[in-house]
């Protein structure tokens, strides 16, 4: 059925920021990107408003199909740009919500998918395999460490871009219920762990319930936050981006977030909230059924809380 420009333009309109115009032009990759990352973080949402057209004309079977055999796409400056910066945002992701996973496995693996997925928008891929590698062999050069992110990045958009080329032509397109299945677990994948960090330390059923509304406001929120992580990262904002002794930066502060049960990036009265309500939960007075158990949580909340609000006052919180 032909593709109607006044349709393309509505849903553009409506949900362009999720990619419906692009899922209703065929163009699923760029959908995915576009849902994973907010309309290409805003801007990449406007920008689509002059191509629309072309796109449109594109999707009817307009112009010359290109013979995919032995010709190489033109380098273009604007992909280069967002397969890194997409991968570096998909390498921060990891980093906020699956701290547990070991870097040197989560790591490269998200920073190359996402400079895959930014290789398959429009007519063009490139080798999946060999950008991967490149994810992996340069991560490892650097020890999994949240630094890595950008050189990784770097490295897999430069094999990406030697291996770029056309996609085959005349590849029966799925139904459009099996691609919009494909698209839900694809970002249910990337949401999954986000949404689990939202609702770590939530007691009970009621608890998760009432913690569900935060979990998605945080989810609406990583990029910022992964934008805010990356500029902390580079020094940008006069912190630290290395603790002492060659610590990674994500080591010791990821870990008491954890801790915490909060999300990186969480505001200090945040801290001081999730601190109370923890120290109350693991006091020992509380726990002499446990003691040993509760005695070393509460050491843990102690170290997290100082290491997220600093030497500060420490919340004592009676027992009995």
């Known amino acids: 059925m032909a593709k109607r420009l006044l349709v393309a333009y509505g849903l553009w309109a409506l949900g362009g920021p999720l990619g419906l115009h692009h899922i209703y032009l065929g163009r699923d990759s760029h959908a995915l990107l576009w849902m994973l990352t907010l309309g290409g973080f805003g801007g990449g949402w406007l920008w689509d408003f002059w191509h629309l057209p072309g796109w449109v004309a594109t999707a009817n079977g307009a112009g010359v199909a290109r013979d995919p055999g032995g010709i190489v796409p033109a380098l273009s400056p604007l992909r280069l740009v967002g397969q890194v910066t997409v ?25 190359g998918l996402g400079v895959q997925l930014v290789s398959s928008v429009g ?3 490139a080798r ?31 094999v ?4 770029r080329r056309y996609k085959p032509r005349g590849t029966p397109r799925p139904r459009l219920a099996a691609r919009l299945y ?13 949404a689990c960090r939202g609702l770590h330390g939530a007691l009970g059923v009621l608890g998760t319930l009432m913690a569900l509304p935060r979990a998605v406001t945080e989810l609406l929120l990583v990029p910022f936050r992964a934008g805010w992580l990356l500029v ?32 990186v990036g969480s505001s200090v009265e945040d801290v001081h909230r999730s601190y109370r309500e923890l120290v109350k939960v693991w006091h020992p007075d ?33 027992g009995g």
């Open 286 to 318: 509380h726990n002499r059924h446990r003691a040993e158990e509760a005695e070393k949580r509460f050491i843990e909340l102690q170290e997290a809380y100082e290491e997220l609000a600093g030497p500060r006052r420490t919340v004592t919180v009676a």
């Open 128 to 158: 999946a395999p060999s950008t991967l590698a490149a994810a992996f062999l340069t991560s490892l050069l650097f020890q999994g460490r949240v630094l890595a992110v950008l050189p990784t990045s770097l490295a897999a958009t430069v």
């Open 232 to 263: 902390e990262l580079l020094g940008v904002t006069g912190g630290s981006s290395v603790r002492e002794g060659g610590t990674g930066w994500s080591e010791r502060r990821l870990r008491a977030y954890e801790v915490l049960g909060l999300p």
């Open 123 to 125: 007519d063009q891929t």
């Open 160 to 163: 990406a871009q030697r291996h």
């Open 182 to 194: 494909h698209l839900s677990l694809a970002c249910l994948a990337f949401a999954a762990p986000l």
């Open 87 to 111: 991968g570096m945002y998909f390498g921060l992701m990891v980093a906020l919500g699956l701290p547990w996973v070991p870097a040197w496995l989560a790591q490269p693996l998200a920073v």
